[in-house]
């Protein structure tokens, strides 16, 4: 089964807007992370939040996780036309070592 | 942060031929490297974990005689694509670990395999 639901699949907001994207899983995790790919292009890491952490943010970036309801959510604020990207959660397994499990990631779309 | 190259970024192959493809980290020992391939508008799926100086561990459903990984050093890890066909054409992402307690991981930037 699939560890790493994410939803929406596609979002397309104006720039200034605010974008949200959340993230589910089914296992426990050591940590859950949010990386960005723009398109054609390897993977950046954004944020990491351990499974005893509740919010961190980074910039305009701010992460939520919520153990008990194993989702976690990642929010854009004052989106940019440049964070046009998609972007995935990723968990980190208890039972799997530095071996991720990618979500099906979420395409977001900022128009000037 | 850490820097990992891929080589080559973009690759167009006959069907039957072999292709490999590099993985390097640059400035730090990478322990442990992944492969992954990713289909348009798909997620990252895991091919094998690669550790230095030991056989890659593959995933579940990717052939290891088609999907040749080696590990040689501590900073180079290659994926080789054997007798590729047109349904291997994909893009080929590897990440790389220090091995830190951080968990993070540090992706080089794909590379496109296209078999004709």
């Known amino acids: 089964s699939q560890q790493g639901e994410e939803d929406p699949q596609a979002l397309s907001i104006q720039e200034g807007e605010n974008a949200t994207m959340n993230c589910s899983y089914k296992?426990?995790?050591?940590?859950l992370q949010w990386y960005r790919q723009n398109s054609g292009r390897g993977l950046v890491h954004l944020i990491l939040?351990?499974?005893?952490?509740r919010e961190k943010h980074s910039g305009r970036l701010r992460v939520t996780l919520d153990t008990s309801k194993k989702s976690s959510s990642l929010l854009i604020t004052a989106s940019r036309a440049a964070d046009t990207a998609s972007y995935f959660c990723?968990?980190?397994?208890?039972?799997?070592?530095?071996?991720?499990?990618f979500g099906g990631g979420t395409r977001v779309l900022v128009k000037p | 942060g850490a820097v990992v190259s891929q080589h080559p970024s973009r690759v167009i192959c006959k069907s039957g031929t072999s292709v490999k493809i590099e993985c390097r980290s640059l400035?730090?020992?990478?322990?442990?490297m992944f492969w992954y391939r990713q289909f348009p508008k798909q997620s990252l799926m895991l091919m094998a974990t690669?550790?230095?100086?030991?056989?890659?561990?593959?995933e579940q459903g990717v052939e290891k005689d088609k999907f040749l990984i080696n590990h040689a050093s501590l900073t180079l890890s290659t994926l080789t694509v054997t007798s590729a066909h047109p349904e291997d054409s994909s893009f080929y992402i590897c990440?790389?670990?220090?091995?830190?307690?951080?968990?993070?991981?540090?992706f080089g930037e794909g590379s496109r395999l296209t078999v004709l």
């Open positions: 296992t426990s995790i050591n940590n």
């Open positions: 939040i351990r499974s005893n952490e």
């Open positions: 990440s790389a670990s220090s091995g830190t307690v951080t968990g993070e991981l540090f």
């Open positions: 690669s550790n230095e100086g030991s056989k890659a561990t593959y």
């Open positions: 400035d730090f020992q990478a322990t442990t």
């Open positions: 990723a968990t980190d397994e208890k039972a799997a070592g530095n071996k991720l499990t």
